[in-house]
Nanobody
Framework: QVQLVESGGGLVQPGGSLRLSCAASGSIFSFVVMGWYRQAPGKERELVATIRSGGTTTYSDSVKGRFTISRDNAKNTVYLQMGSLIPEDTAVYYC?????????WGQGTQVTVSS
């Protein structure tokens, strides 16, 4: 079965940077689209960024210009490079990977932006 293993979360000061990684393993060979959601306390789950297999990306307005999503198709790994972090970025970040027929979730990794 597909497993999405996330890493890179932690505590960072405002203005700092952090890179999240999500590596997929299992029977799925490749994914049509991979992306990141986040969930902050008391807030609705938010789609942060997506990247298709061909490289096309989308970003939420709240992170546009600060975050960069990328992927390594050979490794079935998606990354989220986060810069100029602000306290509002504090959330649990979830990796998601989509095939044509289904999608899979990572376990979530906590990102805390605080002085």
């Amino acid at each position: 079965q597909v497993q999405l293993v996330e890493s890179g979360g932690g505590l960072v000061q405002p203005g700092g940077s952090l890179r999240l990684s999500c590596a997929a393993s299992g029977s799925i060979f490749s994914f049509v689209v991979m992306g990141w959601y986040r969930q902050a306390p008391g807030k609705e789950r938010e789609l942060v960024a997506t990247i298709r297999s061909g490289g096309t990306t989308t970003y939420s307005d709240s992170v546009k210009g600060r975050f960069t999503i990328s992927r390594d198709n050979a490794k079935n790994t998606v990354y989220l490079q986060m810069g100029s972090l602000i306290p509002e970025d504090t959330a649990v970040y979830y990796c998601v990977a989509h095939t044509i027929l289904d999608h899979y979730w990572g376990q979530g990794t906590q990102v805390t932006v605080s002085s």
